[in-house]
């Protein structure tokens, strides 16, 4: 089995942290490196609750590459720090795959670049759950042949943006193949807000509450049926699986690949 040699960087965060302690569970992953702004000095194997790994977190990143010798980064700190962070992995030949979130397209057309003169592979995925990129595809094939739909979002109550990415994208998505938005009769909402926000002509209605982690459904209406489509995440190990997967196969990606579903076969 060939052994992909990996640093973490953002390793002390709380996504950072989760996928550490999956990556040191992994049979073909070599944890080599970790860099944080925070706890440095801390074995990566203790702070996640696991036997000392050998593998203490660092601040220089260009430091732990060279003393390390990594083929892959794997990215979850803040946007301004994961594009720094790539530009410094990539210029060493090592291939970042990123979940930060918040890198603009600008600044995935610079990192593509960087990458196609490199030679070096990289993901970018906003989202690594597999299961709701594949609850996101599926919508979006329903949609074609169920035009009347809406979309119910739940999440814990300490989020702030409604609706959700998740939402947004999902709509935007089925939008795209939906050919024609039926006519829908006029509803005199007695309580405003009562059907819902509107975008992409989809209702979309968002919950807040204890208790939830992160969930969504998209209903479907048709001529005498229901089709609902969910999705739950239940905790950050949602996110392992799709981590691993672009992992693996970043070394075959030629630039940027932006989003888990184009390292699917949809
Ligand atoms: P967090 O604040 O818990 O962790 C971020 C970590 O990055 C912190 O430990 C911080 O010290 C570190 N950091 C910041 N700047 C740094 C730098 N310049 N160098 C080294 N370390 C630095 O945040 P989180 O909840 O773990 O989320 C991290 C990112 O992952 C966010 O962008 C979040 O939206 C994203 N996220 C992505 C997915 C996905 O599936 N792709 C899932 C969940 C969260």
Redesign the pocket.
Known sequence: MVTIRVIV?????????EMTRGLLQAEDIAVVGA?????AGADIGTLNGLPPAGVTIT?D?AEVIAATRPQVMVD???????L??ARIAVERGVSPVI????ISLDQLDELHQLCEDRQVGAVV?????LGAVLMMHFAGEAARYFPRAEIIEMHHDQKIDAPSGTALKTAELMAARIKETPKLLPVEEKVAGARGATYQGLAVHSVRLPGAVAHQEVIFGGQGQLLTIRHDTTS?EA?LP??LLAMRKVNQCRGVVYGLENLLEL
Do not use: E, I, K
């Open positions: 960087t953002g390793a002390a965060g709380r996504m950072g942290r860099v944080d702004r925070q706890q601040t990143l979850f700190t803040v946007a301004a720090a994961a720094a962070n979940g930060t979130t918040g995925a906003p989202n690594f759950s950050r996110f799709g981590l």
